[in-house]
Nanobody, 124 residues
Framework: QVQLVESGGGLVQAGGSLRLSCAASGRTFSSYTMGWFRQAPGKEREFVAAITWNDGITYYTDSVKGRFTISRDNAKNTVALQMNSLKPEDTAVYYC?????????????????WGQGTQVTVSS
């Protein structure tokens, strides 16, 4: 059974940092693009960042460029999201997702695998 399990969420003051981690199990994700998404209360789920598994190409939504960094550890089957200079508008549930099709991850919320989410709250 495929599982994506997020960890690392929490409460932080504006300007602070958090590091989210996503552990993938149940299969080899060597050909999958991994993404982070977030959903704030009353809003639609949105793309945050993604990384291709085999060559490590990264993508970011404009609002997090320069503040967030996505990385992966192929040996451990994990993906991390380092979040710096956090703002109250970054408050959301953050989800890890995986799909073989990079375009699906970058442009939709229909990736084949999803984690259960981890709450990130940034206080002003």
């Amino acid at each position: 059974q495929v599982q994506l399990v997020e960890s690392g969420g929490g409460l932080v003051q504006a300007g602070g940092s958090l590091r989210l981690s996503c552990a993938a199990s149940g299969r080899t994700f060597s050909s999958y693009t991994m993404g982070w998404f977030r959903q704030a209360p009353g809003k639609e789920r949105e793309f945050v960042a993604a990384i291709t598994w085999n060559d490590g190409i990264t993508y970011y939504t404009d609002s997090v460029k320069g503040r967030f960094t996505i990385s992966r550890d192929n040996a451990k089957n994990t993906v991390a999201l380092q979040m710096n200079s956090l703002k109250p508008e970054d408050t959301a549930v953050y989800y890890c997702a995986a799909d073989r099709n990079t375009i699906v991850v970058l442009t939709t919320t229909r990736a084949v695998y999803w984690g259960q989410g981890t709450q990130v709250t940034v206080s002003s």
